[in-house]
């Protein structure tokens, strides 16, 4: 028998309806629940802000990783990150 994972419940009062119908669409385009686009647009925010500390490492993982791919598809600037700091410093 599979147990069902134990849920907290949250009261969320939005600025007016418009508001609430505009949630309710955007749940509706992903073809989410009201309630999971509302739980994953919050803790996307609690990601963005250092509040889950796990996935924000994660996430930082992986934005690290699509940055060094980005700077080998560049390649090199011309001028070394030493004197980039140094220009930025004097402005």
Do not use: F, H, W
Not at 28 to 57: F, N
């Amino acid at each position: 028998m599979r147990t069902m994972p134990k849920k907290a419940r949250l009261g969320l009062y939005l600025d007016g309806e418009r508001m609430k119908r505009q949630v309710k669409v955007a749940a509706a385009k992903r073809g989410v629940s009201v309630t999971a686009y509302c739980s994953e647009a919050i803790k996307e925010r609690l990601i963005r802000d250092g509040e889950i500390a796990e996935l924000a490492d994660e996430n930082r993982k992986v934005l690290l990783t699509l940055m060094d791919r980005l700077r080998q598809e560049i390649g090199p600037i011309g001028i070394s990150a030493a004197n980039l700091v140094k220009t930025g410093r004097r402005r």
